[in-house]
């Protein structure tokens, strides 16, 4: 817990004809890495990018690349993902049922890549408990997967201080992500709560300047973040 506050820019809020020149400035403003938003009009109601999007950012980029399977049956297509280049791979729970997680988290780090699991606003954080130890992140969602541009859930904040306590209750210390409806007012909550990292489409990809968007959340969080630990400490 409370690592220093990294920044996800979700690229499905970027300008697509001028992709490069988009990573570019998120990589110059300091992003910690590219998440990458997959949705198959199936688990959700819409449909974004697959393997050759992950494939062309590889060969432009070294920011890891942190890719979000809004997919439904993960396992079959988690291999082409991997052998993409995806550095961090998470699968939602809701649509890898029983054994299925376990299963994809091994064939994650089989590949060599870090291992991450998401629960939709709806799914209580404890049905990650059975991996919770293997994670390498958990992604807690802060609005309901499929677009970008939606409002944080009020008290989304919870869910993540509820992920820490569990965590801690199996030894384990996984990365905490936030994703959905995060900016400069949302992402002190999450951030005071204990998120690691904080995806950012609209706030970030969607802004003017990505870089001093990067910033000001970074700040915001940062603060918030410090005043929690003190007020622990006192
Ligand atoms: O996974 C998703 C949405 O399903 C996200 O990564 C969004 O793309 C984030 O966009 P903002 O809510 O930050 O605009
Ligand atoms: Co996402």
Redesign the pocket.
Known sequence: MFQPVKIAP?I??ADFMNLQRDIEAIQAGGAGYV?V?VMDGHF?PNLTMGVPVVKQLKKITDMPLDV?L?ISNPLEQLPWFLEAGADIVTVHAEAAAGYQLERAVEMIHAAGAKAAASVKPHTPVEVLAPVMAQLDMVLIMS?E??????SYIEGSERKVARTVELARAVGAAPLIEV????GVKTAPLVAAAGADVL?????VC?ADDSAAAIAQVTQAAEAARAAALASKEA
């Open positions: 979700s499905l809020s998440h938003d959700v979000h809004m609005v997967p499929g677009f970008s541009g939606q994703d959905g409806g995060i995806v950012c489409g609209s706030a969607g």
